[in-house]
């Protein structure tokens, strides 16, 4: 099988939050499979606005960068029960266009708890008509007693979890 070209969103703006090192890890761990694009310019993201059509730059950078992959793969936090604010701004300047629409999504919420985030993050992505696998959305609670700091992934199960994603995602592409 040939690689296939993904574009790793992380939902965490902090330079190496847990968030990016777990894409890394992916990154890494399946470079036989995948060609992973980590966008880390969320933060300059314009807010949303739809009378700002044509879209600013940034937007049309990644709008072509999402276009011109084969799937997308976002591994976001939970803030206060929700999507952090800038992932859910780049979710909404994607809803004018049918750029999810047929493809391929994967999902990580890796955080304390998540389960919020997990359900909202879950229902947009089925709004959009993202193509899903079975397993390609994943719930990773206490993230930080799983992941080290220098981004080893320390819990078995956890691992496991992200190779059945891994899995249910490519076979979707």
């Known amino acids: 099988m040939d690689t296939r070209k993904v574009v790793a969103i992380s939902g965490s703006t902090r330079k190496g939050s847990t968030n990016e090192l777990i894409l890394r890890h992916i990154a890494k ?42 799937g997308v793969l976002i591994c976001t936090p939970e803030y206060i029960f929700s999507l952090p ?17 047929g493809k ?32 390609a959305a994943l719930l990773i609670s206490g993230v930080r007693g799983k992941v080290s700091k220098s981004g080893q992934i320390t819990d078995q199960a956890t691992l496991q979890q992200i190779d059945e994603l891994v899995k249910s995602f490519t076979a979707s592409m």
């Open 85 to 101: 604010g800038s992932l859910k701004n780049m979710i909404d300047w994607m809803v004018s266009t049918t750029l999810f629409s």
């Open 104 to 135: 391929p999504t994967a999902f990580i919420v890796a955080s304390a708890l998540g389960e919020k985030t997990f359900e909202s993050l879950n229902l947009i992505i089925k709004t959009l008509e993202a193509k899903m696998g079975d397993k």
């Open 29 to 70: 761990q399946y470079a036989h499979l995948l060609e992973v694009v980590i966008y880390n310019d969320l933060d300059k993201l314009p807010h949303f606005n739809p009378d700002m059509e044509p879209a600013p730059e940034e937007v049309l950078k990644l709008r072509s960068l999402i276009s011109s992959a084969d």
